[in-house]
């Protein structure tokens, strides 16, 4: 037991806890004044819903004893067995709890970061019932899969330092099942729909990037240098991004705080597979090409007028993959001597694991997602009344309002 | 006889506005903040990725009531310090005005509309209650 490995971890769990908060400001200022707390909801309620659900089941799923490399058995359902103790799986040096609740922050925020592609016109109880379904359905196990003891994907030696494939890959393909799903706004593409206020945006991507320290170097799980480099890792990759974007939203007009702000989180989102096992100026790569990578998605998705609102799987699954297979080209061994060399130093064989880990998160998150959503479509419908959206979802379904 | 002006002016221009309007003596006005279009159509904003159009442009809407006799002067300082000459410079609509009452004084018609120093005082006509 390390006591400088368990303050950080702490405190990042704190950092990481502050991400929802921070991400429900990013998408409520981006939503139509009527929806603003509606958006706020749909990312606050996770730390309530996975904050009992994690402590349930959730975390046994996820890294339960193994059975065939697919999911985790019941025996810490409850937290039963998960005390002040090091775990030698997970925690050498830290409380095992601590090590479950800093993942818990993890399965919070990801189905939170899903809310951006069906913002301003989902059914309450059933995006309840969705939640739900997804984490244990979807994150449980994949969580299993690439950091689980036992897990097929981490058996293979996939390298996903802070969640690339588990948290933005998976979350950006779901939202893109879901926008398929529930379809688009009543007005899209007619209307313009204009950020009410995108003051809290840039707040709330601030508050990420803070939080996103916790995020990436916390997942070192120790007070050490690969922490550190993780940190610049992801400092790097958001400055870079955030410049790239500027200039390219520059070079179609002006230079929008709301694209700088967005490129910063996209930035953020590419480095966090790399951030343990790369360079800082392998994360200036990522980061100048994940803007670009994010950014002409952006551009086609609008193209083909798909309304995922909040442009999610732009944003998190796009840079996200880029950034899982740049993990497989840069990563070395330098860095981080529990991770392995990329194919750039010579290890052809870790850019196929990570290309497969792409295709196989993006495969089932999408998929499984596409399935869940359209059963509760069929069954007790994705969307409020035309009337509800028309109105606004703040006074809809919540009967509050957010200025008055 | 009392009319009521609005104009609906561009939101850069509301300052020009009401100096020319002070320079004339025109006291009383106020304003709202408002949405809408004419010919001007739309603007572009930045968005994430790339532009888009907004077409209900933030304008503003100066509301006075003033005396029929310094109609024409108030609407000549109007169209000069509201003017750019692009699409968008907005509209003045003129409407007829049954009846003002100031509630403090019990003022009625023209009375209610006039102030110490202001367009009829300077032209030496009415009589301005001292307050």
């Given at each position: 037991?390390?006591s400088?490995?368990?303050?950080?971890i702490?405190?990042s769990?704190a950092?990481?806890l502050?991400?929802t908060?921070?991400l429900?400001l990013?998408?409520?200022?981006?939503?139509r004044?009527?929806?603003?707390l509606?958006?706020?909801?749909?990312?606050?309620?996770?730390?309530?819903?996975?904050?009992?659900?994690?402590?349930?089941?959730?975390?046994?799923?996820a890294f339960g004893t193994?059975?065939?490399?697919?999911?985790?058995?019941l025996?810490f359902?409850?937290f039963?067995?998960v005390g002040a103790l090091p775990?030698?799986?997970?925690s050498?040096?830290?409380?095992?709890?601590l090590?479950?609740?800093?993942?818990?922050?993890f399965?919070?925020?990801?189905?939170a970061?899903?809310?951006?592609?069906?913002?301003?016109?989902v059914?309450?109880?059933?995006f309840l019932?969705?939640s739900?379904?997804?984490?244990?359905?979807?994150y449980?196990?994949?969580?299993?899969?690439v950091?689980?003891?036992?897990?097929?994907?981490?058996?293979?030696g996939v390298?996903?330092?802070?969640?690339g494939?588990v948290?933005?890959?998976?979350?950006g393909?779901?939202?893109l099942?879901?926008?398929l799903v529930?379809?688009?706004r009543?007005?899209?593409?007619k209307a313009?729909?204009?950020?009410h206020n995108?003051?809290?945006?840039?707040?709330g991507?601030?508050?990420l990037?803070?939080?996103?320290?916790g995020?990436?170097a916390g997942?070192?799980?120790?007070a050490n240098?690969?922490?550190?480099?993780a940190?610049?890792?992801?400092?790097t990759s958001?400055?870079?991004?955030g410049l790239?974007?500027?200039?390219?939203s520059?070079?179609d007009?002006?230079?929008?705080p709301?694209?700088i702000?967005?490129g910063m989180?996209?930035?953020?989102?590419?480095?966090?597979?790399a951030s343990?096992f790369?360079t800082?100026?392998a994360?200036?790569v990522?980061?100048?090409v994940?803007?670009p990578?994010?950014?002409?998605?952006?551009r086609f998705?609008d193209?083909?007028?798909?309304?995922?609102?909040?442009?999610?799987?732009?944003?998190?699954?796009?840079?996200?993959?880029?950034?899982t297979?740049?993990?497989?080209l840069?990563?070395?061994v330098a860095?981080?001597?529990d991770?392995?060399n990329?194919?750039?130093?010579?290890?052809?064989?870790?850019f196929?694991?990570q290309a497969l880990?792409?295709?196989v998160?993006?495969?089932?998150?999408?998929?499984?997602?596409y399935?869940?959503?359209?059963?509760l479509?069929w069954?007790?419908?994705?969307r409020?009344?035309?009337?509800?959206e028309?109105?606004g979802?703040d006074?809809s379904?919540?009967g509050?309002?957010s200025?008055? | 006889?009392?009319k009521k002006?609005?104009?609906?002016?561009?939101?850069?221009?509301?300052?020009d506005?009401k100096?020319?309007?002070?320079?004339?003596?025109?006291v009383?006005?106020n304003?709202f903040?408002?949405?809408?279009?004419g010919?001007?159509g739309?603007?572009k904003?930045?968005g994430?990725?790339g532009?888009?159009?907004?077409?209900m442009l933030?304008k503003?809407q100066?509301?006075?009531?003033?005396s029929e006799?310094?109609?024409?002067?108030t609407?000549?300082?109007?169209?000069?310090s509201?003017?750019t000459?692009e699409?968008?410079d907005?509209?003045?609509?003129?409407y007829?005005v049954?009846e003002?009452i100031?509630?403090?004084?019990?003022?009625?018609?023209?009375?209610?509309?006039m102030?110490?120093?202001?367009?009829?005082?300077?032209?030496?006509r009415?009589h301005?209650k001292?307050?």
């Amino acid at each position: 037991m390390n006591s400088g490995d368990t303050a950080w971890i702490l405190v990042s769990c704190a950092l990481v806890l502050m991400m929802t908060p921070a991400l429900a400001l990013f998408y409520g200022g981006m939503v139509r004044r009527k929806n603003v707390l509606s958006t706020l909801t749909l990312s606050y309620i996770f730390m309530a819903l996975i904050g009992v659900q994690w402590v349930l089941y959730g975390y046994s799923l996820a890294f339960g004893t193994d059975i065939g490399g697919l999911i985790g058995g019941l025996n810490f359902a409850g937290f039963n067995g998960v005390g002040a103790l090091p775990n030698e799986d997970y925690s050498k040096t830290i409380p095992h709890s601590l090590f479950a609740a800093f993942q818990m922050m993890f399965a919070v925020i990801t189905p939170a970061l899903i809310t951006g592609a069906f913002v301003e016109r989902v059914q309450y109880k059933s995006f309840l019932l969705f939640s739900l379904l997804w984490a244990t359905l979807v994150y449980d196990p994949l969580c299993h899969w690439v950091w689980g003891q036992g897990g097929w994907l981490k058996q293979m030696g996939v390298l996903d330092f802070a969640g690339g494939t588990v948290v933005h890959i998976a979350a950006g393909f779901s939202a893109l099942a879901f926008a398929l799903v529930i379809g688009p706004r009543k007005g899209f593409g007619k209307a313009p729909m204009e950020p009410h206020n995108i003051t809290l945006t840039v707040l709330g991507a601030g508050l990420l990037w803070v939080g996103w320290f916790g995020f990436n170097a916390g997942s070192a799980l120790a007070a050490n240098g690969v922490a550190v480099n993780a940190l610049l890792t992801t400092n790097t990759s958001a400055a870079t991004a955030g410049l790239v974007w500027m200039l390219l939203s520059w070079l179609d007009g002006r230079p929008s705080p709301l694209g700088i702000a967005t490129g910063m989180v996209v930035g953020l989102a590419a480095v966090t597979p790399a951030s343990g096992f790369v360079t800082p100026l392998a994360a200036m790569v990522i980061g100048a090409v994940a803007a670009p990578i994010s950014y002409y998605t952006m551009r086609f998705r609008d193209r083909r007028k798909l309304d995922e609102s909040l442009d999610v799987w732009a944003c998190h699954g796009m840079a996200s993959s880029w950034g899982t297979l740049a993990t497989g080209l840069f990563a070395t061994v330098a860095v981080n001597s529990d991770g392995a060399n990329g194919l750039f130093l010579g290890n052809p064989k870790q850019f196929g694991i990570q290309a497969l880990a792409v295709v196989v998160t993006i495969i089932f998150s999408f998929t499984v997602t596409y399935v869940v959503a359209k059963l509760l479509d069929w069954s007790i419908g994705l969307r409020v009344t035309p009337i509800e959206e028309e109105v606004g979802l703040d006074i809809s379904s919540h009967g509050e309002r957010s200025y008055s | 006889m009392l009319k009521k002006i609005e104009a609906i002016i561009r939101e850069d221009k509301v300052n020009d506005v009401k100096d020319a309007l002070a320079e004339i003596g025109i006291v009383g006005l106020n304003i709202f903040e408002i949405r809408g279009h004419g010919r001007q159509g739309g603007i572009k904003l930045s968005g994430r990725a790339g532009t888009y159009m907004v077409d209900m442009l933030p304008k503003i809407q100066v509301n006075i009531i003033l005396s029929e006799r310094n109609l024409e002067e108030t609407i000549q300082a109007i169209c000069k310090s509201a003017y750019t000459g692009e699409p968008g410079d907005g509209l003045i609509f003129v409407y007829p005005v049954e009846e003002v009452i100031r509630i403090r004084t019990r003022e009625r018609g023209q009375d209610a509309v006039m102030y110490p120093g202001d367009i009829d005082a300077r032209k030496g006509r009415g009589h301005v209650k001292e307050t």
